[in-house]
């Protein structure tokens, strides 16, 4: 038996004003290279599973992106003695939900279940796991659905500028893969491709699991066995930093649309550093707070530029970075992008002030509770944590750290990551004259 490590965490979410419950949080003994978290819930019959290994887009050969996307459609397309439709007549018998994604860096197994039903979803789990079929009738389904989302994405300005932002900042890293690949890579890929990806990728090495609901550690342990056990320890490492990034400039990316989507980020702090939290709260109070930011206040409330503009910190295992997007008519776009300019300048030059900070610190710890009102949520957000690297005493402090966040520190952070000056951004639509001229609408004071 590995060590097991009980931590208590006060993983608390709303019941009612004034009423809150805690869940105990507790590290369960799992097979070699699995990192295995439980939260018990037994109120009602349910369990909810979050699996994340490492692989996804980023993994794929240089020459065929799109592979672990399509490893991860045709695992629920039958496995062992079941072919496709067999596997999901099983899945609706038993009322199990079990989806198979996949990201930038890993992927993404979820599973609900009624607790009577554990045995089966476990087992048809592992089957997945331990022998997709890959069939030739389901890989060309797969395709076939892949090429014509590809056609999609080629229509819509928000996916075409979220893929030109990608290979524009990350240049030639893994990082820029589009993780549905191109017409040419997913019209290539082999029955061979997928197998041998899933070789590589089905391993335990690595493996983050989180579970929230009805079970108990014992018995989650004999269902990780089962799924685990008969699967290579393996050892997927992190793909490499990347080695340059992008220039600071504007693409254009022409389309006869009416309104074109704007995609900007520069530099952010990676998740362990210790800016990162200051720059979450200080990214709150520019563009992370809904109708609460600057940007907002300043693109779509006083201006009327956009119907909503937001920015976002992302972090991946070997970079991160502080991303936004903004739509704006044609005739309109470069002003909402000279203003989101200008309010981030003002913002790095003189910060946040007292009332600000006290207000996002205010919604960001009361709002927590909101993520783990439910077993899925739970389950969703303590995979989450184990994705980022931190530990199960993370639900606990992670409140504490925002709240010990003071205004010289989130300053310093505004000044340091928030300068527009070092911005990547890509437009996907032609911009057309505009009737009224930025300096109509920028302030003048």
Known sequence: MRYLQKALVAAVFCLAPNMVQAAEVVVVDAPEGVEAWLSEE???????????????????????PGVASMVSSLLDEGAGDLDDAAFKEALETYAIRLGFGSGREYLSISMSTLTENADEAFRLMALALHAPRFDAVPIERVRAQTLAGLRQDEEDPGTVAAKAWASKYFLDHPYAHDASGTFESVAAISAADIRAYAEQHLVRGGAKVAVAGDITQEQLSVFLEQVFGPMPLG???PVAPPPALGEPGTQIIEMDIPQPAVIFGIKGPM??????????VANYVLGGGGFSSRLMDEVREKRGLTYGIATGLQDYRTAALIRGSVQSERTRVLTALEVTKQEMARFAADGVNAMELADAKTYLTGSFPLRLDSNSKIAGALNGFQVAGLGPEYVIERNGLIEAVTLERVNEVAARYFSPEGLVIVIAGTPAPEEDTVTDLLPTD
């Open 271 to 280: 998740r362990h550093d210790p800016d990162f939290i200051p720059a979450y």
């Open 42 to 64: 037994h109120t009602i019959p349910m369990i909810a599973f979050r699996l994340s290994i490492p692989g996804g887009a980023a993994y794929d050969p240089t020459d065929l």
């Open 235 to 237: 050892n997927v490492e």
